[in-house]
C-alpha cells in the first residue's frame, strides 16, 4: 500500500472516531432545550453536506483521490443518505419533535 493509501485510511478512521464521539454526545444531550438539540441536528446536516460536496467533488476531478469503484459509489451514497436525513430531520420538523430527542 501506498503512502496516499495509508494516509487515506488514518483519515477516515479519525473522521469516525469525530462522528463516534459527536454521537456520543448526542445521545447524552437529555437535559438540554429543544433549540440545542435543533442546532445540533442542524450542525451535523452541514457537516454531512459539506463532506457529500467534497467527496462528489473529488469523485468528479478524478485526479486520484478517490477511485470510483463500488466503496466509492457507495461512500456517495451513504454520505447522501446522511445530508438527506438530517436535512429533513432539522429543516422540515416542527420544533416539538425534538423535545422527545435523548428519552
Known amino acids: 500500500m501506498d503512502s496516499f493509501g495509508t494516509e487515506a485510511a ?7 472516531a469525530l462522528v463516534f464521539a459527536q454521537g456520543w454526545i448526542i445521545m447524552n444531550l437529555t437535559d438540554s432545550t429543544r433549540h440545542v438539540k435543533k442546532v445540533v441536528i442542524q450542525s451535523y446536516f452541514g457537516c454531512f ?17 478517490m477511485s470510483g469503484g463500488f466503496f466509492g459509489v457507495f ?3 451513504v454520505f447522501f443518505g446522511l445530508t438527506a436525513g ?11 419533535v425534538f423535545d422527545g430527542l435523548g428519552i
Open 49 to 65: 453536506l459539506a463532506s457529500f460536496v467534497a467527496l462528489m467533488f473529488a469523485h468528479l476531478y478524478n485526479d486520484g483521490t
Open 75 to 77: 461512500k456517495l451514497i
Open 86 to 96: 438530517y436535512g429533513w430531520f432539522a429543516l422540515f420538523q416542527p420544533p416539538e
Open 10 to 16: 488514518v483519515i477516515t478512521r479519525l473522521y469516525c
